[in-house]
Every structure is written in structure tokens, then in C-alpha cells.
């Protein structure tokens, strides 16, 4: 008997997460498995937040904070705001969760009712799909291939607009791609967006920090549209604090005190001593933090070296992205062909091949509305990179 609700019944399992814990269970038994599945920072949280944590600690911050934040805390994400992208949000307009996941989720849940559309570009982060669903909404997907570097068009927006639609939700710098929106390209977008006052905008900005570019852009600095985004950022990828569990969101004062209702319900203010090292990490000057610049380095030196090594293998098509830390190599060529014992009919075929012979976990690029693609994460050490790429480059020679 299914006494489940068909809330969950219908609810997909977090492809990124099955990826991981797949290859954690054949870690277990034995095998060698480079996991290169995961969206986390592989470098330790910075010293100086650590510090800020214990002495939260040792200050007794240890009771239930408010459920938005501490004042501190928001103050310091207004005040970031205004230093590092010149936009102007008051505290009182900033939501702290546990995670940009929970933010998102809060803005979704706070704006769209059954039947609405939220208009998403294609490939998107796996869990919009999921959290829509949970909304009752519905997800329309712009279809935005490797040949434009995975970025949508005005006119393919504009196309996509109906009376039903609600909410344009994008990322960038973008998982999975590692797509940068330029600020040309944003203010292109804003002002197709500002003809319809209806549409809201929830832009995802948890890669700020990791942007190969330079300076992050946001759609927000746009005035025609500015009273109608939402900023999703936070600490996990930028400040390699994932497991501390902290996002927070910026919109006008209606929407950030409905989603602080909505929060309260669920589960109230994130936890006391993160908080309390959030505003250490968010007080840090991106430019001026040896911790962050050493990281985005890092990063840009393993994408230039995961290239290359990609370019080794036929019949996979990369674009160079200019953020994040993943690769979303088309692989469809590999289509139809087989190793003698399986078929490879789709990219989840593939993603399954190469975990099972070559230990690799990657994953398939369906997850993130792409078929004919597979998110790679270099997160990971350049011997792991190295290695992994190698025994992809095997497995994928006995397909023929």
C-alpha cells in the first residue's frame, strides 16, 4: 500500500546527490571511485571564519536567533551589496536560510500559486525543477544549447512569455554550465523583462565569487526591473562553507517578509554560530582575501587543464566557461554505441558506464533539462582530474 503523499511521490531524488552516494556505496566496497559528481569547494572553510565560529562558541551564541537573522548579519549582507555589486538593500529586505537551496525555495513558494509558469533556461540547476513542482507551478524551459555557450536570448524569453507566466529564474555564474552573463547581455534581458510588469526575477548568484571574468554582474543594478528581482546568494562556494548551511535572499520589503513568515513555519533562523562566522565571511573583500583569490585560481587552472585533456577524447564537444567549477561536455555522439554487454542509449547510460568500468562519478546532463550532455565537476585535486580523465578517455574507447 502507498500511504506516501503524491507531494513526495512525485518528487525526483537530487541527481547530483544519487550520483554521490552511488559512488560513496562502491567507495565503501572497496573501489577506487573518483567522485566527480559533487558541487562543493574542496578547500577548507578560511581561518578567520573558523576563528569567528568558535568564539561564537565561547560567547554563548548558542539560543535561537531571529528567524530572518541576526541584525549583524544583515546588516553586513546590505552593506556587501552595496560595496561589491552597487545595489541598495536595507536589512530589513534580507531573508537568511539555511542554505541558497531554502532561499530559493522561500521565493518560489511565496510568489507562485498552482498553475503559474516559471520561466527557467535550459540547463538549469537540479533542484528548480523539484521546488516548482512542490509549488504546484509550472516549469517552462528555454532551451539554450552549447553553440550559444548555454545562454538564452532576449527574443527567445520574450517568446516564451504568456499572461501565466510568474517568474524568469536564472543563474550566473550558472551550475551546470559555468555560464556568465555579461552586463550587456543582462541589461538585454532586463529590458525585455521590464515590458511585462507581471514577471518576476529570481536571480541565483551563489558563484558570485567564482568568476573567471572579473567583476560579477547582476541583473539587479537595472532600474527598469530592479524592484522585481530576487538575489539568491550565500557562503558555500565562495567562502568553501557548504556544510555550514547558509543563503540568504534580497527583494522588496513584501517579498522578504512573506517568505520570513513562510520560514518561521518551516524551520525558523539558521544556526547561531554559522550565522555569527557569516558575517565574517561576508565582511571579507573578495579582492582583498588571499583564501578566495587562491581558490579561483586554482579553479581557473584545473577548467584550463580539464580542457585540454577533454580535447584528447573524440566525440565530445566542450565550451570554455567562464565560472563555477564544472564542465558540460556534449557527449551524444556516443549514442547507440556499445562495449559488447550495453547499449549507451542516453547520457544516464553513459554517466552509469563510466562509474561502473572506469570508477568515475559524473553526472548526466538530463538532470539539469540537457539529454544530450554531462555535468563534470573539477573540484577536485589535478591528480584526481588527471586520473579521472584518463580512465574516462579509456571507457569511452571501447564504446564503438
Not at 165 to 190: H, M, R, W
Request: charged share 25%; aromatic share 8%.
Amino acid at each position: 500500500m502507498n500511504f506516501l503523499s503524491d507531494r513526495i511521490n512525485e518528487l525526483a531524488e537530487s541527481e547530483t546527490l544519487a550520483m554521490t552516494r552511488r559512488s560513496r556505496e562502491l567507495r565503501a566496497q572497496g573501489f577506487d571511485v573518483i567522485n566527480l559528481s559533487i558541487g562543493e569547494p574542496d578547500f577548507n572553510t578560511p581561518e578567520h571564519i573558523k576563528q569567528a565560529a568558535k568564539k561564537a562558541i565561547d560567547e554563548n551564541y548558542t539560543h535561537y536567533p531571529p528567524v530572518p537573522g541576526y541584525p549583524e548579519l544583515r546588516e553586513a549582507i546590505s552593506k556587501k551589496l552595496k560595496r561589491d555589486n552597487n545595489l541598495t538593500f536595507s536589512p530589513e529586505q534580507i531573508v537568511v536560510s539555511a542554505g541558497a537551496k531554502q532561499s530559493l525555495a522561500n521565493a518560489i513558494l511565496c510568489l507562485a500559486n498552482p498553475g503559474d509558469e516559471i520561466l527557467i533556461p535550459a540547463p538549469f540547476w537540479v533542484s528548480y525543477k523539484e521546488i516548482i513542482k512542490l509549488a504546484g507551478a509550472k516549469g517552462v524551459y528555454i532551451d539554450a544549447r552549447i553553440d550559444q555557450d548555454f545562454k538564452v536570448t532576449p527574443a527567445q524569453i520574450e517568446a516564451a512569455i504568456t499572461p501565466k507566466t510568474k517568474i524568469f529564474l536564472f543563474s550566473s555564474p550558472c551550475n551546470p554550465t559555468g555560464t556568465v552573463y555579461q552586463k550587456d547581455e543582462l541589461q538585454a534581458i532586463a529590458d525585455v523583462l521590464a515590458k511585462y510588469p507581471h514577471v518576476f526575477i529570481i536571480s541565483d548568484e551563489i558563484y558570485e565569487h567564482i568568476n573567471f571574468l572579473g567583476h560579477h554582474e547582476s541583473i539587479a543594478q537595472f532600474e527598469n526591473v530592479r524592484d522585481r528581482v530576487i538575489i539568491v546568494n550565500g557562503v558555500s562556494k565562495g567562502f568553501a562553507m557548504t556544510g555550514w548551511r547558509l543563503g540568504y535572499m534580497a527583494a522588496r520589503i513584501e517579498i522578504a517578509k512573506a517568505c520570513d513568515k513562510l520560514q518561521g513555519q518551516i524551520t525558523s533562523g539558521t544556526c547561531s554560530i554559522t550565522q555569527r562566522a557569516a558575517i565574517t565571511a561576508i565582511d571579507t573583500i573578495p579582492g582583498e582575501s588571499a583564501d578566495i583569490q587562491h581558490m579561483v585560481q586554482a579553479f581557473l587552472y584545473r577548467r584550463d587543464l580539464a580542457l585540454a585533456l577533454m580535447k584528447d577524447i573524440p566525440g565530445i564537444k566542450t565550451n570554455t566557461p567562464d565560472g563555477a567549477f564544472y564542465l558540460f561536455p556534449e557527449v551524444s555522439q556516443y549514442y547507440g554505441k556499445s562495449d559488447g554487454n550495453r547499449v549507451i542509449l542516453s547520457g544516464s547510460d553513459l554517466c552509469d558506464y563510466i562509474l561502473d568500468t572506469a570508477y568515475v562519478a559524473i553526472v548526466p546532463g538530463v538532470a539539469f533539462g540537457s539529454p544530450d550532455c554531462i555535468r563534470i565537476s573539477y573540484a577536485t585535486s589535478e591528480d584526481n582530474l588527471r586520473e579521472a580523465i584518463r580512465r574516462i578517455k579509456e571507457a569511452l574507447s571501447k564504446l564503438k
